[in-house]
T-cell receptor, first 112, second 115 residues
Framework: AQSVTQLDSHVSVSEGTPVLLRCNYS??????LFWYVQHPNKGLQLLLK??????LVKGINGFEAEFKKSETSFHLTKPSAHMSDAAEYFC??????????FGAGTTVTVRA | GAVVSQHPSWVICKSGTSVKIECRSL??????MFWYRQFPKQSLMLMAT?????????EQGVEKDKFLINHASLTLSTLTVTSAHPEDSSFYIC???????????FGDGTRLSIL
């Protein structure tokens, strides 16, 4: 079965410093992977997706993620955090053609 | 593009009443819509999947008679929580997609509080 594990429940960074959110996946075949962001009392916004094209995926708002098959990882990074990046982040894998399986989420706080 | 509108954003009602939540795709035709439930500080849990014109497919443990889903058109799906009780209080989020290669687009969610 396809699943994802987010390794950090909470990440705190200073504004202007890099952000790293870690995600490992489990899949019996080449998966489709996504990162979504959720601000308080809001729905989810797609940051980026991996669908077996380039292993380095660039997303919106300066985020990018690298698919590493040997490590079964899909970590999300941003070189310089902004206050507006404070939110909940979900790593997601496509279970079949349309269902999604969500990680537990990582809460990002950004210190001024 | 790909905007999903969910209404209402917040609802408070008495125990025993029924509540309807609407999910609309504003600029695309949603062949498939999904309903999720999210408890505080937790991830999203898929409740059901609905295809336009068909009966919804419910996930294990979700009561189909409690959570009625209708997907009568390519732009609208509704979730009705029947005879709601305090334990039904939660954040409900819908999403929609048009083709199998496109990611799901999410609504802003509905905060349901049952007194």
């Amino acid at each position: 079965a396809q699943s994802v594990t987010q390794l950090d429940s909470h990440v705190s960074v200073s504004e202007g410093t890099p952000v790293l959110l870690r995600c490992n996946y489990s899949s019996s075949y080449s998966p489709s992977l996504f990162w979504y962001v959720q601000h308080p009392n809001k729905g989810l916004q797609l940051l980026l997706k991996y669908t077996s094209a380039a292993t380095l995926v660039k997303g919106i708002n300066g985020f990018e993620a690298e698919f590493k098959k040997s490590e079964t990882s899909f970590h999300l990074t941003k070189p310089s955090a902004h206050m507006s990046d404070a939110a909940e982040y979900f790593c997601v894998v496509s279970v079949d053609d349309y269902k999604l399986s969500f990680g537990a989420g990582t809460t990002v706080t950004v210190r001024a | 593009g790909a905007v999903v509108s969910q209404h209402p954003s917040w609802v408070i009602c008495k125990s025993g009443t029924s509540v309807k939540i609407e999910c609309r795709s504003l600029d695309f035709q949603a062949t498939t819509m999904f309903w999720y439930r999210q408890f505080p500080k937790q991830s999203l849990m898929l409740m059901a999947t609905s295809n336009e014109g068909s009966k919804a497919t419910y996930e294990q443990g979700v009561e189909k008679d409690k959570f009625l889903i209708n997907h009568a058109s390519l732009t609208l799906s509704t979730l009705t929580v029947t005879s709601a009780h305090p334990e039904d209080s939660s954040f409900y989020i819908c999403s929609a997609r048009d083709t199998s290669n496109q990611p799901q687009h999410f609504g802003d969610g509905t905060r349901l509080s049952i007194l």
